[in-house]
């Protein structure tokens, strides 16, 4: 399973794990060489054979589809504070909400080696956690209007609760993804993998899209015959509907679903079978491999020159006057595109050097740093204009969805480069686990630049009240005071271009080291990168 902001327009992306279709490569790679007939015979075998796996593959989906709801619900809360005066440390602080996904690998051990039997190795974790997810969203249900919509909201409350239902997801992930290969048969794993996409993909449309648009009264207005001030969905509404059908789905599931034994035909033995220390270990052993460490240096600081731009530039935006909704619903044509990019750029990222894609992208992504800032910029102007003193014409959506959709060519270019070395690379008898290692150093690395940006913008920015000079609005209840007084924060200078600027030559100086690093990385033999066999034995 893979948590990415992807579909957030100009959001930080890259969020995957990888370990469905690192499941697929060890299926692939277990059959030896052959040619000749034997190749066709070999070809055939792995011929997809839906009877029997249809049902299983709509259970897939259906169970990513739920992961994917409070992933997009967590995407949303952002957008719905950026509008009530939080600062950006307040939304550094929520931003820490989508850290699990990032950290799972610390207790997926602890998921896949402790169960009970009888009940079922994955349906041990998954069935409590979902209805725990359903709990949490019937809970919050009742009280989100008092922590989000009455005063100031209470981010610190805000942000443990939806940490916890990010960390409950991110369980199911685990339990999921595991199940995915023992329920499906040996020749139909590799549906897995669409379930994950498909199904996350819908499940985060669905709680972030479509909840954000219905939410909007001014987009509602479009299917009424009178307009009204409210959306046809509320939060409180959205969370109560969600969390009674995880409890419905998790009791049909714990119910009716059986595990099947693992066997020879429905599982890969790419990976040992490890217990809970043995597995930790086996992490150790890994990253103290050179090649690792040098790798992981690059993964953990490549994404800072990004930062600004992917954390802070879409909340500047909305200030700027952009509606959230209609920023949420530009995320909708970039979908396809999403699914086609990985497609066509894999054919250049084949072979012994896929980086070289990465590096190549990397500058076109740090020159959309400065088209965001510059959008940023022009979009109060826009507003002001005396043909549209309060709505954004038509051309101006048109042009940003374009700049959208140039940004995903290069974000996709790292992501999909990324993930052939790491298949290159990874020692295929310890697969599974290297991969996710990989894939979590590279999730950290677009996290914590993130956190960190949001939470320098307002440290960065200088204000002043315009009715007392000493006044710096720096927290809310001195910009309250300013108001009180009649006067009015005025921005003099923006720690967001400040930011912005700063990302920018960082990520230069940083194509300038890393550009050598990787080269290196890539040149080396296949033996730098495997585990000693002592290790995993």
């Known amino acids: 399973m893979s948590y990415r902001s992807r579909k957030?327009?100009?959001?930080?992306?890259?969020?995957?794990?990888?370990?469905?279709?690192?499941?697929?490569?060890?299926?692939?790679?277990?059959?030896?060489?052959?040619?000749?007939?034997?190749?066709?015979?070999?070809?055939?075998?792995?011929?997809?054979?839906?009877?029997g796996d249809r049902g299983n593959i709509a259970i897939l989906f259906l169970l990513y589809l739920l992961q994917g709801v409070p992933l997009g619900l967590c995407a949303a809360i952002p957008m719905l504070l950026q509008n009530k005066h939080v600062t950006y440390k307040d939304q550094a602080s929520f931003s820490f909400t989508t850290w699990p996904f990032s950290l799972k690998l610390l207790w997926a051990p602890i998921v896949d080696s402790l169960y009970n039997s009888r009940i079922g190795r994955r349906?041990?974790?998954?069935?409590?956690?979902?209805?725990?997810?359903?709990?949490?969203?019937?809970?919050?249900?009742y009280y989100i209007n008092d922590w989000l919509?009455?005063?100031?909201?209470?981010?610190?409350?805000?942000?443990?609760?939806?940490?916890?239902?990010?960390?409950?997801?991110?369980?199911?992930?685990?339990?999921?993804?595991?199940?995915?290969?023992?329920?499906?048969?040996?020749?139909?794993?590799?549906?897995?993998s669409t379930c994950n996409s498909v199904g996350q993909t819908a499940g985060y449309?669905?709680?972030?899209?479509?909840?954000?648009?219905?939410?909007?009264?001014?987009?509602?207005n479009y299917f009424r015959s009178e307009p009204l001030t409210t959306g046809m969905l509320n939060l409180p509404g959205f969370l109560f509907f969600w969390g009674i059908t995880f409890l419905v789905v998790t009791s049909l599931v714990?119910?009716?679903?059986?595990?099947?034994?693992?066997?020879?035909?429905?599982?890969?033995?790419?990976?040992?079978?490890?217990?809970?220390v043995d597995s930790y270990k086996l992490l150790g052993s890994i990253l103290k491999l050179p090649s690792i460490q040098k790798f992981a240096l690059v993964l953990l600081t490549c994404k800072i020159g990004f930062s600004a731009s992917d954390a802070i530039t879409s909340l500047?935006?909305?200030?700027?006057?952009?509606?959230?909704?209609?920023?949420?619903?530009?995320?909708?044509?970039?979908?396809?595109?999403?699914?086609?990019?990985?497609?066509?750029?894999?054919?250049?990222?084949?072979?012994?050097?896929?980086?070289?894609?990465?590096?190549?992208?990397?500058?076109?992504?740090?020159?959309?740093?400065?088209?965001?800032?510059?959008f940023v910029l022009i979009t109060p102007y826009f507003l002001s204009s005396p043909s549209s003193p309060h709505t954004l014409p038509s051309y101006y959506y048109l042009i940003l969805l374009v700049s959208f959709c140039l940004h995903q060519v290069s974000l996709y270019a790292m992501f999909v480069a990324s993930m052939a070395f790491f298949a290159r690379v990874a020692d295929p008898g310890v697969g599974g686990t290297y991969m996710t290692l990989l894939n979590t150093l590279s999730n950290?690395?677009?996290?914590?630049?993130?956190?960190?940006?949001?939470?320098?913008?307002?440290?960065?920015?200088?204000?002043?009240?315009?009715?007392?000079?000493?006044?710096a609005c720096s927290d809310p209840a001195l910009v309250s005071a300013c108001e009180a007084g009649q006067g009015k924060c005025v921005t003099q200078l923006d720690g967001y271009y400040i930011e912005?600027?700063?990302?920018?030559?960082?990520?230069?100086?940083?194509?300038?080291?890393?550009?050598?690093t990787i080269h290196h990385l890539q040149s080396r033999s296949s033996s730098a990168w495997q585990v000693s066999r002592v290790a995993v034995s």
């Open 8 to 51: 957030k327009p100009w959001g930080g992306g890259g969020n995957r794990k990888g370990s469905l279709e690192e499941g697929e490569r060890k299926l692939l790679s277990e059959e030896p060489h052959t040619h000749g007939t034997n190749q066709h015979h070999r070809h055939k075998k792995h011929k997809s054979d839906l009877d």
């Open 123 to 141: 349906k041990t974790w998954l069935i409590p956690t979902q209805y725990l997810i359903g709990i949490f969203m019937l809970v919050l249900s």
């Open 149 to 192: 919509e009455q005063g100031t909201p209470n981010i610190p409350f805000l942000t443990f609760v939806f940490f916890c239902l990010n960390f409950l997801a991110a369980t199911q992930d685990i339990a999921v993804d595991g199940w995915a290969l023992t329920m499906l048969k040996r020749v139909n794993v590799a549906h897995a």
């Open 205 to 220: 449309f669905l709680g972030y899209v479509v909840f954000m648009a219905f939410d909007s009264a001014d987009f509602c």
């Open 254 to 276: 714990a119910l009716f679903k059986h595990e099947r034994p693992a066997d020879k035909s429905s599982v890969t033995h790419s990976d040992p079978d490890l217990n809970i």
């Open 316 to 374: 500047k935006l909305i200030e700027a006057g952009v509606p959230k909704e209609k920023f949420a619903i530009m995320a909708v044509p970039l979908v396809p595109l999403q699914i086609v990019l990985p497609l066509l750029l894999s054919k250049y990222t084949v072979g012994a050097r896929p980086m070289d894609i990465y590096i190549r992208a990397i500058p076109y992504r740090l020159a959309f740093n400065f088209l965001g800032a510059f």
């Open 444 to 471: 950290l690395g677009s996290n914590w630049p993130n956190t960190v940006a949001l939470w320098l913008v307002d440290a960065l920015t200088w204000k002043q009240c315009s009715g007392d000079e000493s006044n």
């Open 500 to 516: 912005i600027l700063l990302c920018s030559v960082i990520g230069y100086l940083w194509l300038f080291w890393g550009k050598r």
